[in-house]
């Protein structure tokens, strides 16, 4: 897991991550005002989805994992948690994963810890990073979002 600020480029330099240097420039450099909610081709395994939703208390949001892709998440409008665990295995798996949706849910964890963003910030997941994406920092509220997910074959 890696998060940082849009405004911060430090994460653009690093060569073993050529497809997150090049999503996290496309995620600066575009104006999401305008773009509505969907899905944003960016090439060969890579691609972005803008979205609109609203906040839960975490024990109303499960949490996930994928195998063969990274998320970059990245907070445009309003306030959200990201609930955060290292996969160790021995995680109460709530559905087994689906190889169609590249997803496997999750309920409760221990040792889940909460990173909290705001517009502009973003966080870099990959498959050993279970997070629990949409929890409300305090009251429930909406956010807009855009969340791009690359294959891990497009990496290096």
Not at 30 to 55: K, N, Q, S, Y
Not at 72 to 78: A, D, R, S, V
Not at 100 to 127: K, Q, S, T
Not at 137 to 146: D, F, L, S, Y
């Amino acid at each position: 897991m890696m998060a940082g600020t849009l405004a911060s480029r430090e994460h653009e330099a690093l060569p073993q991550l050529p497809a997150v240097a090049e999503a996290l420039s496309f995620l600066r450099k575009t104006d999401f005002g305008a773009a509505p909610d969907g899905r944003i081709e960016l090439g060969e395994g890579v691609h972005a989805v803008v979205m609109t939703l609203d906040t839960r208390a975490a024990p109303d949001r499960l949490a996930e994992s994928h195998e063969r892709c990274l998320d970059i998440h990245c907070l445009l409008e309003g306030e959200e948690r990201i609930g955060w665990k290292r996969r160790e295995g021995g995680e109460a798996v709530r559905q087994p994963y689906d190889a169609e949706d590249d997803c496997a849910l999750y309920g409760e964890l221990d040792g889940e810890a909460m990173l909290a963003l705001r517009p502009g910030m973003y966080v870099v997941l990959d498959p050993q990073d279970i997070h629990r994406p949409g929890v409300a920092a305090g009251a429930p509220g909406t956010i807009r979002k855009v969340v791009v997910k690359i294959r891990l074959q497009m990496q290096g």
